[in-house]
C-alpha cells in the first residue's frame, strides 16, 4: 500500500493504516478485511458463517466505509452475498454502525465490528432496518452458494481484492454442513437469547482488544428494532409501565379523584343543615298562624298572659 499518499499525520488515516498492520499480522479464521488501494477509507470483507447455525461454512461478503472523523464517527456496513439475515446493499442498522453514532466508541475498530456482526447473524431480525427472515433451509442453501463465486462488484482492482479475500476465507471456512431435522425445526432465537448470545461473544472480543468496554454501551450493542414499530404501538410502552407500577408492594389501583369522598361529605352535612333549617321557618310559620287564630277567635289575651 502506498502510505506516502496520504498524510499520516491525519488521525483518521493513522488511525486505518494502524488497523491494516494489524489486520495483516494476526490474521483470523473468522473473516478478513482490507482497504482499497486507491482508497483506505473504503474495505472490503468477508465473514464466515458462525459455527453451530444455518450459516455455518457459508462466506458472506461486504463493505465497509470509514468516516473522514473515523474513529471518532462509526462506519457504515453493508453485505454484497446473498444470506438471507441481511439485505445485500443495504447499510446494516447496528447500534455500532452510523445508524446510532451515540453509541459507537473510539476504542472499537473494524476487527470488533466483524465481531458482532458474525455474532448477529443467526439472531432474531424482528423487524429491524436492512435484516431479512428466511427460513433455515433456504439460508443453508444460500451458505452453500455463497462458497462457489464470489461477488462481482466494482472495477477491476476492487474485484481483484474481494477474490483474493474469497481464496482466504475458502482456506479457513470448513464445507457447509447437513442442516440436520432438529436444527431445520429449530426457531431463531428469541430477541432476548439472541441479544445476550451475541453480547456475550462481542464483549469477550472487545475486553481482550480494548479492555472493558462501557457497560451503557455494551448493553446498547445489539441490533435495534425499526423505529416505526416502535412508533407505531404507543400502547405497548403504557402497558409496560402498568404492569411494572401493579408489582409494586402495596400499590393498589384507584380509580376516583382522591378529593371525591371529601366532596361527597361536605354535601351530606350542607343537606342537613338545609333540612333543620326548612323544618324550623316552617314551625315558625306555623306558630305565627297559631297565634294570629286565637287572637282573632278571642282567645288571644289567653293565649298571650304568660307574656
Not at 491525519?10 to 482490507?34: C, G, H, T, W, Y
Not at 287564630?293 to 293565649?303: D, E, I, L, P, R
Request: some cysteine; charged content about 20%.
Amino acid at each position: 500500500m502506498a502510505e506516502d499518499k496520504y498524510n499520516l499525520k491525519n488521525p483518521a488515516v493513522k488511525r486505518i493504516l494502524q488497523e491494516v498492520k494489524e489486520m495483516q499480522s494476526n490474521p483470523s479464521d473468522d473473516f478478513m478485511s482490507l482497504p482499497l488501494e486507491e482508497n483506505i477509507f473504503e474495505w472490503q470483507f468477508a465473514i464466515r458463517g458462525p459455527r453451530d447455525s444455518e450459516f455455518e461454512g457459508g462466506i458472506y461478503h461486504g463493505r465497509i466505509q470509514l468516516p473522514a472523523e473515523y474513529p471518532f464517527k462509526p462506519p457504515s456496513f453493508m453485505l454484497m452475498t446473498p444470506n438471507g439475515r441481511f439485505e445485500t446493499h443495504t447499510k446494516i442498522c447496528l447500534s455500532i454502525s452510523n445508524h446510532h453514532p451515540e453509541h459507537w466508541q473510539p476504542s472499537w475498530s473494524v476487527r470488533t465490528a466483524l465481531v458482532a456482526l458474525i455474532a448477529f447473524m443467526p439472531t432474531s431480525p424482528n423487524g429491524a432496518v436492512g435484516s431479512l427472515d428466511y427460513k433455515k433451509e433456504e439460508r443453508h442453501a444460500l451458505a452453500i452458494i455463497s462458497r462457489e463465486v464470489p461477488p462481482k462488484f466494482g472495477t477491476p482492482e476492487r474485484q481483484k481484492l474481494i477474490d483474493e479475500i474469497h481464496e482466504y476465507m475458502l482456506s479457513k471456512a470448513p464445507s457447509v454442513p447437513q442442516l440436520s431435522p432438529s436444527q431445520a425445526s429449530e426457531e431463531h432465537p428469541t430477541n432476548s437469547d439472541g441479544e445476550a448470545q451475541a453480547n456475550q461473544q462481542y464483549t469477550i472480543t472487545m475486553v481482550a482488544e480494548n479492555g472493558p468496554p462501557n457497560p451503557t454501551l455494551h448493553d446498547g450493542a445489539v441490533e435495534e428494532e425499526p423505529l416505526a414499530q416502535t412508533n407505531a404501538n404507543p400502547g405497548n410502552a403504557e402497558t409496560r409501565v402498568r404492569a411494572a407500577v401493579r408489582e409494586i408492594p402495596g400499590w393498589e389501583p384507584s380509580h376516583q379523584p382522591p378529593q371525591r369522598p371529601e366532596v361527597r361529605v361536605q354535601r351530606s352535612a350542607d343537606d342537613r343543615l338545609f333540612t333543620w333549617a326548612a323544618v324550623g321557618l316552617t314551625i315558625a310559620i306555623f306558630v305565627l298562624l297559631f297565634k294570629k287564630f286565637m287572637k282573632s277567635s278571642g282567645h288571644g289575651a289567653f293565649f298571650m298572659g304568660g307574656s
